[in-house]
């Protein structure tokens, strides 16, 4: 174990300052209350976003070493917005100057899979009311052919412009009727009764999204909404199970936002992928990347398709396990596992195990299974490296060459060379 690791461990008063700084960082994650209240385009409402940018899932990137689903997506969102006519164009026009590629956790954005948002795409915004932070993300595609999962066919922009041009005003016209009777539609206690339902809220939303369209339509009624686009829209939202998503990302993202940097925490507060890199942030460190090859998930697969054509991790969704749910709450889930592979037992296992890295027990989100214990909160890069438990989640797997998306879903841990990583920066920021 590295000298510098056992001076942390050991000294009492610098043990005495993390504790408490610890302490202080989860209870601001914990206490975080954020509000969905308002949807727009990307250039509209995400601030610093401009023309000719692209916002990524994950660490930072470039063209260069991208992996085919990000640069599946990179290639559609170009299209879609008219920079390019047609795949060709799109991989020239990336290769240049002219787009500027940053990840979406440098906007206080997140996305899942490739997570890419163009100026033009819409995307909710969410308010935290405790500490008044916005955060963004994109809306949710379904399953199938996607542009989150590296596809860019007819069918894929086509839906994205309808989701542009139909959904987004739609949701808009709601949530304007949201906000005449209440703030807007708070997403901790979806997430809380959606657990309570059996969701983890990472792979699984069936409760969450039901819960959120139940809430959502007398407002959609009452907002005047054409008949054909409340049908089209209501269909869509409902026929998709992973509509919620986004927002319990976005959700997760206020959380740990507000337990970021706070000094001498070891708290992580960002774990993402880019498909080439993991990454992730640390509370006390400030928002510096600590980075490591990403690892291939090992899952089910669609007919097909083998491990051999997987994609290695894409994604920020794992801010839901950052946050305290997701696959560290997979025993209030059972029926994960029947997406991801594995067991009942594996799935209760896993959550069991995550108690071991992590600060405390959620005291909003409750798992039934285990006597009404709150979720895994609170990723300790000490005792990660202390233990040799790595964070696990469960992930959906996109194929490893642009314009083929999903193959499966799975199962991954985050290297453990990052968590080292961090460690050791930690010990030389505060002169251990």
Same mark, same amino acid.
């Given at each position: 174990?590295?000298?510098r690791?056992?001076? %942390?461990?050991?000294?009492s008063? $610098?043990?005495e300052l993390?504790e408490?700084? /610890?302490?202080t960082? &989860?209870?601001l994650?914990?206490?975080?209350d954020?509000?969905?209240?308002d949807?727009?385009?990307?250039?509209?409402?995400?601030?610093?976003?401009k023309?000719?940018? %692209?916002l990524?899932?994950?660490?930072?990137?470039?063209?260069?070493?991208?992996?085919?689903?990000?640069?599946?997506?990179i $290639?559609?969102?170009?299209i879609y917005?008219g920079?390019a006519?047609?795949p060709t164009?799109?991989e020239?026009?990336a290769t240049?100057?002219?787009?500027?590629?940053?990840p979406?956790?440098h906007h206080?954005?997140v996305?899942?899979?490739a997570g890419?948002i163009s100026?033009?795409?819409?995307?909710?915004?969410?308010?935290?009311r405790?500490?008044?932070?916005?955060?963004?993300?994109?809306? /949710?595609e379904?399953?199938?052919k996607?542009?989150?999962?590296?596809?860019?066919?007819?069918?894929?922009l086509?839906r994205?412009?309808?989701?542009?041009d139909?959904?987004a005003?739609t949701?808009?016209?709601?949530?304007?009727?949201?906000?005449?009777q209440? &703030?807007?539609i708070?997403?901790?206690?979806?997430?809380?009764q959606a657990?309570?339902?059996g969701?983890?809220c990472?792979n699984?939303?069936t409760a969450?999204t039901?819960?959120?369209l139940r809430?959502l339509t007398?407002?959609?009624?009452e907002?005047?909404i054409?008949k054909?686009?409340?049908i089209?829209?209501?269909n869509f939202?409902n026929q /998709?199970?992973?509509?919620?998503?986004n927002?319990?990302?976005a959700?997760g993202?206020?959380?740990?936002?507000?337990?970021q940097? &706070?000094?001498y925490?070891?708290?992580?507060? &960002?774990l993402?992928?880019n498909?080439?890199d993991?990454?992730?942030?640390v509370s006390?460190?400030?928002?510096k990347?600590?980075?490591?090859?990403?690892?291939?998930?090992?899952?089910?697969?669609?007919?097909?398709?083998?491990?051999?054509?997987?994609?290695p991790?894409?994604?920020d969704?794992?801010?839901?396990e950052t946050?305290?749910y997701g696959g560290?709450a997979?025993?209030a889930?059972?029926?994960?596992?029947?997406?991801v592979?594995?067991?009942?037992a594996?799935?209760?296992q896993?959550?069991?195990?995550?108690?071991e890295i992590t600060?405390?027990?959620?005291?909003?989100?409750?798992?039934p299974?285990?006597?009404?214990?709150?979720?895994?909160t609170?990723?300790?890069?000490r005792?990660?490296?202390?233990?040799? $438990?790595l964070?696990?989640i469960?992930?959906?797997i996109a194929h490893?060459?642009?314009?083929?998306g999903?193959?499966?879903?799975g199962i991954?841990?985050f290297?453990m060379?990052?968590?080292?990583k961090?460690?050791?920066?930690y010990?030389?920021?505060y002169a251990?």
């Amino acid at each position: 174990m590295d000298e510098r690791f056992m001076n %942390l461990a050991s000294s009492s008063s $610098i043990k005495e300052l993390i504790e408490k700084a /610890n302490h202080t960082a &989860v209870d601001l994650m914990m206490e975080a209350d954020p509000y969905w209240v308002d949807i727009g385009l990307a250039r509209e409402m995400i601030p610093g976003m401009k023309d000719g940018m %692209l916002l990524h899932a994950g660490p930072p990137i470039q063209w260069e070493r991208m992996s085919g689903p990000l640069r599946g997506a990179i $290639i559609g969102a170009s299209i879609y917005e008219g920079w390019a006519a047609n795949p060709t164009e799109a991989e020239k026009l990336a290769t240049s100057d002219q787009i500027t590629f940053a990840p979406n956790h440098h906007h206080d954005a997140v996305g899942p899979m490739a997570g890419i948002i163009s100026p033009n795409m819409p995307v909710f915004v969410i308010h935290d009311r405790k500490y008044g932070n916005n955060v963004y993300s994109n809306l /949710n595609e379904g399953l199938g052919k996607v542009l989150r999962y590296g596809a860019y066919s007819d069918e894929v922009l086509q839906r994205l412009r309808w989701m542009r041009d139909v959904l987004a005003p739609t949701l808009k016209l709601t949530i304007q009727s949201v906000k005449t009777q209440k &703030v807007g539609i708070a997403l901790k206690p979806i997430i809380s009764q959606a657990l309570a339902m059996g969701d983890e809220c990472h792979n699984r939303h069936t409760a969450a999204t039901s819960l959120l369209l139940r809430d959502l339509t007398p407002y959609m009624i009452e907002a005047g909404i054409e008949k054909k686009d409340f049908i089209s829209c209501f269909n869509f939202i409902n026929q /998709n199970d992973f509509t919620f998503l986004n927002l319990a990302m976005a959700n997760g993202k206020a959380m740990c936002l507000a337990g970021q940097d &706070v000094k001498y925490s070891t708290i992580v507060t &960002v774990l993402a992928r880019n498909g080439t890199d993991a990454g992730m942030w640390v509370s006390g460190l400030g928002k510096k990347w600590f980075t490591a090859p990403a690892n291939v998930p090992k899952g089910v697969w669609f007919p097909g398709f083998s491990e051999e054509d997987a994609n290695p991790d894409i994604g920020d969704s794992a801010i839901t396990e950052t946050a305290g749910y997701g696959g560290f709450a997979m025993a209030a889930a059972p029926a994960i596992v029947s997406w991801v592979s594995g067991s009942t037992a594996f799935a209760v296992q896993n959550t069991k195990k995550m108690y071991e890295i992590t600060e405390t027990k959620h005291r909003y989100f409750l798992i039934p299974l285990l006597d009404s214990q709150g979720t895994p909160t609170g990723i300790d890069i000490r005792k990660v490296v202390r233990f040799g $438990i790595l964070p696990t989640i469960n992930t959906g797997i996109a194929h490893k060459l642009p314009g083929i998306g999903q193959i499966g879903a799975g199962i991954v841990a985050f290297p453990m060379e990052q968590f080292k990583k961090a460690l050791k920066s930690y010990a030389e920021l505060y002169a251990l």
